[in-house]
C-alpha cells in the first residue's frame, strides 16, 4: 500500500477519526417525522425548556456541533433516546463513547484519574495536542466525576439505534464487527489475548448486510465508514476503492476541507493541508499516482448511488 510523501497515512487517518467529535453534513434521509419521532422531539423540547414547535426536526448532529459540554448534550437527548427516537439513541451512543475512549486517552493513567492539569502535562509529556486534551476535559470530564449510570451504556444504544435502521449505527456496528473479527482471528493465531482489545459485541449481525442498508441512505459519513471497511470486503484494489469512497463522501457534502477537525488531526505534522481549497484535495494528495484510478472509481460509485444499483457497489455479495 503506497502513499505520497504528505505526513498522513491510514494509520494516522484511523487515529484522528478517533478523536472526531462532530461530521458537519446534511442530516440523514432516513429521519421522517413519525409520530414516535415527534413524541421523541416533544421530549426533547420539554427536557431542555426549548419553545420551538415539536413540529421542527430536532438535529442532533448538530446540536452536538454546538454543544461545549457533552454531559449536559447527552443528558438533554437521553429522554429522546428513552421514547425511541434512533437519532438521539445513536448519539448519545457516540457521546458516551468517545468520552470514554477519551477519557482514557487523556485523563486517566495507570487506572487512575488524572486532575485537569495533571492529563494536560501528560498529554504534553507524550506530545499530544494540548489543544485536543483541553477540549476533552472542558466537554467530557464530568462523565468522570459525576455518576453517569442513568445515561445507560454506549453498546446498548448503539444495538437499539441499529437493530432499528439508523445508518450511521449500522456502519458503526459493521466496522465494530469486522474490526472484533479481525483481532479474534489474530488471536487465535498468536495464542495471545489482546489485554486492549475493545469489549465484544455480542451480535449475530451480518457487517456486510449492515452496510448495504446503510448504504441507501447516502449519507455522506456512511459513504465514508464503508470505505473504511474496504479491506475487509472483497475489492480488487482496498486502497484505491477506499480513496474512491473517501472522496465521494467529500463531494457530496462530508467536511473534507482544511478547517475540518480531522484533516487538521491528520495533517498536524505537514503544513500542506492548510492550503487544501477543495474538498477533494486531501483524498487527490493521499491517492499519489492511483489519483485517477480513484477519481474513475468514485464516479462509478456516485452514478450507482443516484441510480440506487445498491447491488453493484463494492460492498460485498
Given at each position: 500500500m503506497k502513499f505520497p510523501a504528505l505526513g498522513v497515512s491510514i494509520a494516522a487517518l484511523a487515529a484522528a477519526l478517533a478523536v472526531i467529535y462532530v461530521w458537519p453534513s446534511k442530516a440523514p434521509e432516513h429521519a421522517a417525522d413519525t409520530a414516535q419521532n415527534v413524541?421523541?422531539?416533544a421530549v426533547v423540547s420539554?427536557?431542555?425548556?426549548?419553545?420551538?414547535?415539536?413540529?421542527a426536526a430536532v438535529d442532533y448532529k448538530t446540536l452536538l456541533a454546538a454543544s461545549s459540554n457533552f454531559w449536559d448534550y447527552a443528558h438533554k437527548i437521553l429522554p429522546a433516546a428513552i421514547a425511541g427516537n434512533?437519532?438521539?439513541?445513536?448519539?448519545?451512543?457516540?457521546?458516551?463513547?468517545?468520552?470514554?475512549?477519551?477519557?482514557?486517552?487523556?485523563?486517566?493513567?495507570?487506572?487512575?484519574?488524572?486532575?485537569?492539569?495533571?492529563?494536560?502535562?501528560?498529554?504534553?509529556?507524550?506530545?499530544?495536542?494540548?489543544?485536543?486534551?483541553?477540549a476533552v476535559y472542558d466537554r467530557?470530564?464530568?462523565?468522570?466525576?459525576?455518576?453517569?449510570?442513568?445515561?445507560?451504556?454506549?453498546?446498548?444504544?448503539?444495538?437499539?439505534?441499529?437493530?432499528?435502521?439508523?445508518?450511521?449505527?449500522?456502519?458503526?456496528?459493521?466496522?465494530k464487527?469486522?474490526?472484533?473479527?479481525?483481532?479474534?482471528?489474530?488471536?487465535?493465531?498468536?495464542?495471545?489475548?489482546?489485554?486492549?482489545a475493545p469489549p465484544t459485541i455480542d451480535s449475530q449481525q451480518d457487517s456486510r448486510e449492515l452496510l448495504r442498508a446503510a448504504v441507501k441512505s447516502r449519507d455522506p459519513e456512511v459513504l465514508f465508514s464503508i470505505g473504511e471497511a474496504q479491506g475487509y470486503l472483497d475489492a480488487p484494489d482496498p486502497t484505491v476503492s477506499q480513496f474512491a469512497?473517501?472522496?465521494?463522501?467529500?463531494?457530496?457534502?462530508?467536511?473534507?476541507?482544511?478547517?475540518?477537525?480531522?484533516?487538521?488531526?491528520?495533517c498536524a505534522n505537514d503544513p500542506r493541508?492548510?492550503?487544501?481549497?477543495?474538498?477533494?484535495?486531501?483524498?487527490?494528495?493521499?491517492?499519489?499516482?492511483?489519483?485517477?484510478?480513484?477519481?474513475?472509481?468514485?464516479?462509478?460509485?456516485?452514478?450507482?448511488?443516484?441510480?440506487?444499483?445498491?447491488?453493484?457497489?463494492?460492498?460485498?455479495?
Amino acid at each position: 500500500m503506497k502513499f505520497p510523501a504528505l505526513g498522513v497515512s491510514i494509520a494516522a487517518l484511523a487515529a484522528a477519526l478517533a478523536v472526531i467529535y462532530v461530521w458537519p453534513s446534511k442530516a440523514p434521509e432516513h429521519a421522517a417525522d413519525t409520530a414516535q419521532n415527534v413524541r421523541a422531539k416533544a421530549v426533547v423540547s420539554s427536557a431542555s425548556g426549548s419553545s420551538e414547535s415539536v413540529s421542527a426536526a430536532v438535529d442532533y448532529k448538530t446540536l452536538l456541533a454546538a454543544s461545549s459540554n457533552f454531559w449536559d448534550y447527552a443528558h438533554k437527548i437521553l429522554p429522546a433516546a428513552i421514547a425511541g427516537n434512533v437519532d438521539a439513541q445513536f448519539y448519545l451512543s457516540k457521546v458516551l463513547e468517545r468520552c470514554s475512549k477519551d477519557n482514557k486517552m487523556y485523563f486517566q493513567r495507570r487506572g487512575v484519574t488524572l486532575a485537569e492539569d495533571q492529563g494536560l502535562q501528560w498529554a504534553l509529556q507524550r506530545h499530544l495536542s494540548l489543544d485536543v486534551a483541553q477540549a476533552v476535559y472542558d466537554r467530557c470530564h464530568e462523565f468522570q466525576d459525576s455518576d453517569a449510570r442513568d445515561l445507560g451504556g454506549a453498546d446498548d444504544w448503539l444495538a437499539r439505534a441499529t437493530a432499528a435502521g439508523q445508518p450511521l449505527a449500522q456502519t458503526t456496528t459493521a466496522l465494530k464487527l469486522f474490526n472484533q473479527r479481525a483481532l479474534q482471528s489474530a488471536q487465535r493465531a498468536g495464542g495471545v489475548p489482546n489485554p486492549d482489545a475493545p469489549p465484544t459485541i455480542d451480535s449475530q449481525q451480518d457487517s456486510r448486510e449492515l452496510l448495504r442498508a446503510a448504504v441507501k441512505s447516502r449519507d455522506p459519513e456512511v459513504l465514508f465508514s464503508i470505505g473504511e471497511a474496504q479491506g475487509y470486503l472483497d475489492a480488487p484494489d482496498p486502497t484505491v476503492s477506499q480513496f474512491a469512497w473517501w472522496l465521494v463522501a467529500c463531494e457530496r457534502g462530508l467536511d473534507c476541507s482544511a478547517n475540518a477537525e480531522w484533516v487538521k488531526i491528520a495533517c498536524a505534522n505537514d503544513p500542506r493541508c492548510a492550503s487544501f481549497t477543495d474538498p477533494s484535495d486531501l483524498v487527490r494528495t493521499l491517492s499519489g499516482d492511483d489519483w485517477n484510478n480513484v477519481e474513475q472509481l468514485a464516479h462509478e460509485i456516485s452514478t450507482k448511488l443516484d441510480a440506487g444499483q445498491w447491488d453493484e457497489l463494492i460492498i460485498g455479495p
